[in-house]
């Protein structure tokens, strides 16, 4: 064992050096060499009594102040000498303690050569809208926005994962500008990637995509799915509007200047409808006959309240997990006719965060519903929340959530819909 290895074996065995070598290590970074003081404010009298030891001076006071200096000069008279507190930091920390200007070059040499390296590959092509690439590129490059913070993320993780990706997006822009026809998003990316899904908004390669998208078009980026949807059909990219589906039981719809005649049918009938993001591309509003709708996640949840509510002015609505474009689409519309919007979950991280995402976006008409601690007391199951999935709970904004969220912390189990029918039909039937 060497000098270096052999020191920091005898200060890490003993617990009081602990914080005071996290201190060190700090200075040492931001100096880049040995120099400067540090400072333990609240310092233990174990702690003291280690420094006194080591220093060979008293420490009365609880905050204690020592030169990097000095303390180097104090480890060449003991038994590990000789040895510099360079040496002894990595050895403490096995790793490489580098300065915090060293790793800023590094970081920037990293960025250089990459953005150096995606502008060479476009600089080869042929079209003319490979300079859009490059202008987004570089506007990136100085601005470090447009995408810049989506790239810088997969570039921490992988540079060359980070070119191939940004790469395989631009030739996905060249070919979306020059196309003069309309092309499916799913088939553009299946032709750039190879992966349909691959240019899928919420992934990171078609948020990087848009991002592009927006630069070359001169637009803002998207603040919602109906805004992402018309960046797309601009440049005659037709989003996904098949897989993306809602069911409404008693939600009125207008298609440009009139009333959806199909869609009425069903609201007559009392029947409820299935609607595809298709369906609703020419949708200018939706409405409700009480001003007011029920929404629900989960399907048999929804067919239960159906069934026992097919009265006259009920209205109801199924997401089906996840906040799809469909639902997000007559959501928008509901509010823009002052409807105001129910909405109830399963009690669960994900449940919650949807309900809370929901809740934020539409702040005065959306209510949270039978998502209460009484109702997550009544409702509980034995299924376990993992700990990675529990952390997600930290993030909500909505106090009545966030009440609810302390006793999910606590529990730690999910409580689910089909638990609470009985409150969720009354609701409907007394409010109807």
């Not at 420094?51 to 038994?79: C, H, N, W």
């Not at 507190?85 to 800023?104: M, V, W």
């Not at 070119?163 to 003069?180: K, P, W």
């Not at 519309?333 to 934020?360: H, N, V």
Request: overall charge negative.
């Amino acid at each position: 064992m060497n000098k270096g290895r052999e020191c920091a074996a005898y200060f890490r065995s003993r617990n009081e050096w602990k914080r005071f070598f996290e201190l060190l290590r700090k200075k040492w970074e931001s100096l880049g060499k040995t120099g400067g003081r540090i400072t333990l404010e609240d310092s233990t009298p174990e702690e003291r009594q280690a420094m006194e030891k080591m220093m060979g001076k008293v420490y009365a006071d609880p905050k204690v102040v020592i030169s990097l200096t000095s303390f180097e000069e104090m480890l060449q008279k003991t038994r590990f000498a000789p040895v510099t507190l360079h040496e002894l930091l990595e050895a403490y920390f096995g790793r490489e303690i580098r300065s915090n200007q060293d790793r800023k070059q590094e970081k920037k040499e990293i960025r250089d050569r990459f953005f150096s390296s995606c502008k060479a590959y476009f600089q080869k092509r042929q079209e003319a809208e490979k300079q859009d690439v490059l202008d987004w590129i570089s506007h990136m490059e100085d601005k470090q926005c447009g995408g810049y913070a989506v790239l810088l993320r997969e570039l921490k993780a992988e540079e060359e994962t980070a070119r191939n990706m940004l790469c395989v997006v631009g030739d996905a822009l060249i070919s979306a500008l020059q196309n003069g026809e309309d092309i499916p998003i799913a088939v553009l990316a299946a032709q750039v990637s190879g992966n349909p899904h691959y240019l899928d908004r919420g992934s990171v390669p078609g948020n990087l995509f848009m991002q592009g998208l927006c630069s070359a078009k001169d637009r803002a980026y998207p603040k919602c799915s109906s805004e992402w949807k018309e960046r797309l059909l601009e440049t005659h990219i037709l989003p996904d509007d098949i897989s993306s589906m809602v069911t409404t039981l008693g939600v009125h719809l207008q298609i440009e200047d009139q009333v959806h005649p199909a869609v009425e049918e069903f609201c007559n009938r009392k029947e409820p409808v299935v609607l595809t993001a298709l369906n609703l591309r020419k949708a200018t509003a939706a409405w409700t006959e009480t001003k007011r709708v029920y929404i629900v996640e989960n399907e048999m949840v929804f067919t239960y309240l159906a069934d026992r509510a097919c009265e006259d002015k009920v209205a109801l609505m199924c997401t089906s997990g996840q906040m799809r474009n469909a639902a997000l689409e007559i959501i928008d519309l509901l509010a823009d006719s002052d409807t105001q919007i129910y909405y109830s979950g399963d009690m669960d991280p994900e449940g919650m965060g949807i309900a809370d995402r929901l809740w934020q976006r539409f702040p005065e008409n959306v209510h949270i519903w039978r998502m209460s601690p009484k109702e997550y007391q009544k409702a509980i199951s034995n299924e376990e929340i993992d700990k990675r999935s529990l952390t997600m709970l930290n993030s909500l904004k909505n106090r009545e959530l966030q009440d609810t969220a302390r006793h999910i912390l606590q529990k730690k189990c999910a409580a689910y819909q089909e638990n609470i029918l009985t409150e969720l039909s009354r609701d409907i039937l007394e409010k109807r």
